[in-house]
């Protein structure tokens, strides 16, 4: 029987950072991973999908050169070259990750665990089975992605996301089911590197849950690219055609057959929550599979934590990561607790998309009355440099106090811009702190700048009617 002070299964963007706190706080931590180090972030999911699409987005400024002056000839996409370069990105990320365990002496124990009674667990590796009896344990176990009926992975012809991610070569029909971020993000990536895409949407808006204002510039944009989108779609099934796939689609004009290559199935993720042996530990699984924590990550099993993906809403790793920290700090006896003022949340679509407390109408239902400044991105002289003149800045603010409620942004380096408004939410600064920050010039934050200023009345470069 092995006791150390942290066992933590899991070793994604959670997972890890846990054992490392844990570890720095002085505990001796074990980690049991049945992948790799790194979990689906950094191998098959965040990390890997931005390379995919920093590379289409390459792909689509060589093609577009020709605006500038500058002639472009021959351009072709290895995709079998890029998945490589891809995973040459991921192995140094998760080869640092190792690294850092061996600095801090954390074990790593490849296998798969299992709680066999209260404070016991049982990891199968490939020489047997060790047993465990940790001070504590941190369930970090992440999420899968979500099959339909009809539509099952395979590898080949229905992929998920970690199969698109290492696709041999570029499909020249993709059919994406599901409007979601990853299905925009993968599906307009490989649109860049050649894809005829179609995008195939049960709800009646792209990007469900997102601000309707931002999803609907990106929605221009597919247009734009001729990315074809069905909304209030439903696939049906699939088969085989001399050609290709051919899949049935229920549209508000009745069915339809659409010719494809390839299938993407990203319609939502599941917590992996099954196998654990959660009811040996007396600890019950909530609605939808998740484990139930409080603000400290602990659950309702006296010594084992939960953080991450498989403990709830938003699925997010830098969220997985704040509650890793989280939940090693309070095992080591610190005043730690889950009381951000809102995560922020980035959608690596064209225009980039991201996100960080109230919009207007989550505001309203609160009874919040709210202020409001847009600042458009065709106005930024940066933005118009980097020839990225779509969409435009929002913050929201409490009328009266002026204190920040909100950012949100759609258009070039949204994902970069975010942080600043997430800093904002979570000091509680004001629409003055904001516009009377000096920004240097020119640089795409100006945006949040004058957005402030926006609401305030008195944008210096838009008109607002004062």
């Not at 844990?22 to 191998?43: D, F, P, R």
Request: hydrophobic share 45%; aromatic share 4%.
């Amino acid at each position: 029987m092995t006791s150390p002070d942290v066992l933590v299964i899991g070793a994604g963007p959670g997972g890890y950072v846990a054992a490392i706190r844990a570890a720095q706080l002085g505990k001796s931590v074990t980690v049991v991973e049945k992948g790799e180090i790194g979990g689906v972030c950094l191998n098959v999911g965040c990390i890997p999908s931005k390379a995919i699409i920093t590379a289409s987005a390459l792909v689509s400024r060589m093609r577009q050169a020709d605006r500038y002056g500058i002639s472009v000839t021959g351009v072709a996409v290895d995709m079998a070259k890029l998945v490589a370069w891809k995973d040459s990105v991921v192995k140094r990320l998760t080869g640092g990750i190792g690294t850092l365990f061996g600095k801090h002496t954390i074990r790593v124990v490849a296998g798969t665990a299992r709680f066999t009674g209260p404070g016991k667990v049982a990891v199968k590796t490939a020489a047997g089975e060790e047993a465990f009896s940790p001070g504590a344990t941190i369930v970090a176990t992440g999420s899968r992605p979500v099959e339909i009926p009809g539509f099952s992975f395979d590898g080949e012809r229905i992929l998920s996301s970690t199969d698109a991610l290492a696709l041999s070569a570029v499909p020249k029909r993709l059919l994406v089911i599901g409007g979601g971020y990853i299905g925009l993000e993968l599906g307009i990536a490989l649109h860049g590197l050649g894809s005829e895409v179609t995008v195939v949407e049960l709800t009646d808006s792209i990007l469900p849950g997102t601000d309707p204002e931002l999803s609907a510039v990106v929605h221009r944009t597919l247009k734009k690219k001729k990315v074809r989108v069905l909304l209030g779609a439903k696939a049906l099934g699939w088969k085989e055609t001399p050609g290709g796939l051919s899949v049935e689609v229920e549209t508000k004009k009745g069915r339809e057959e659409i010719a494809c290559d390839k299938v993407l199935l990203t319609v939502g993720r599941r917590p992996n929550s099954e196998g654990l042996g959660l009811d040996l530990a007396g600890l019950p699984v909530g609605p939808g599979g998740f484990i139930a924590i409080d603000a400290h990550c602990r659950t309702g099993a006296e010594g084992v934590f939960a953080i991450g993906d498989v403990a709830g809403q938003p699925m997010l790793a830098h969220k997985a990561s704040r509650e890793g920290i989280i939940a090693a700090e309070v095992i080591a006896g610190r005043p730690s607790a889950r009381d951000w003022a809102a995560i922020p949340a980035v959608i690596f679509t064209d225009p980039e998309i991201a996100s960080v407390g109230l919009t207007e109408a989550e505001a309203a239902a609160k009874g919040i009355e709210t202020v409001t400044g847009k600042f458009p991105f065709g106005a930024n002289g940066r933005a118009l440099t980097l020839d990225a003149g779509e969409g435009f800045a929002k913050v929201v603010a409490e009328k009266g106090s002026g204190v920040v409620l909100g950012v949100h942004l759609v258009g070039p380096e949204a994902a970069e811009l975010v942080s600043e408004g997430a800093l904002a939410v979570e000091m509680g600064a004001t629409l003055e702190d904001l516009a009377l920050t000096i920004h240097p010039h020119p640089t795409l934050p100006e945006t949040i700048m004058e957005a402030a200023e926006a609401a305030l009345g008195h944008a210096i470069h838009i008109y607002t009617g004062k």
